[in-house]
């Protein structure tokens, strides 16, 4: 439905449960996605997931990502909180496919995904907050013009430590 040069963002369906699945699964992927548990999921959390992944949500907007060159699903990326008050809008962005990374595809979704957030939901403001170990992603929003705006100290516990959270941002008219 939203194109960039690379990716296509598109409504979630039921054949890409199993992919949801399997990268919800993988311990690497995950580790830099999410500051809960990483805990096993089972077929049916994955369809509870993605079942609530619909353009009637609420406050999130997710899309499954996939290539535009092959229809290739890679990952997702979407609205994780939407602050409607304010125009406030936080975004996260997960590439599945671990040869899919660091060519492009993400810095394409985000800037597509940023697209979407300014001229459709109408945001003034888009954060991400990203892992301090997380270096390749605080780099590839860099690239998309979002700034550091601060760091949330010990914010998450991975691997038998606590680990900073860096916060970024993008205003929809930056400042020169």
């Excluded at 535009?68 to 979407?78: A, S, V």
């Excluded at 492009?104 to 170990?133: P, S, T």
Aim: hydrophobic fraction near 35%; include cysteine; charged fraction near 30%.
């Amino acid at each position: 439905m939203y194109e960039g040069k690379l990716v296509r963002l598109r409504a979630f369906d039921s054949s890409d449960l199993m992919y949801c699945l399997s990268y919800s699964n993988d311990y690497e992927v995950m580790r830099g996605a999410s500051g809960a548990i990483l805990y096993p999921s089972t077929v049916d959390d994955a369809s509870r997931a993605m079942g609530n992944n619909t353009s009637y949500s609420s406050g999130e907007y997710q899309f499954a990502l996939e290539t535009k060159e092959d229809r290739k699903l890679i990952g997702q990326c979407g609205f994780v909180k939407i602050n409607w008050k304010n125009r406030t809008g936080e975004l996260a962005i997960l590439i599945g496919e671990k040869a899919y990374r660091g060519k492009g595809y993400g810095a394409d979704a985000i800037q597509v995904l940023c697209k979407f957030g300014f001229e459709e939901l109408n945001l003034h403001k888009i954060k991400a907050a990203v892992f301090d170990f997380n270096t390749a992603a605080q780099r590839c929003y860099e690239k998309c013009g979002f700034r550091r705006e601060g760091v949330l100290k010990e914010e998450i516990f991975r691997e038998g430590a606590y680990h900073d959270v860096v916060q970024m941002c993008l205003f929809r008219h930056t400042e020169e």
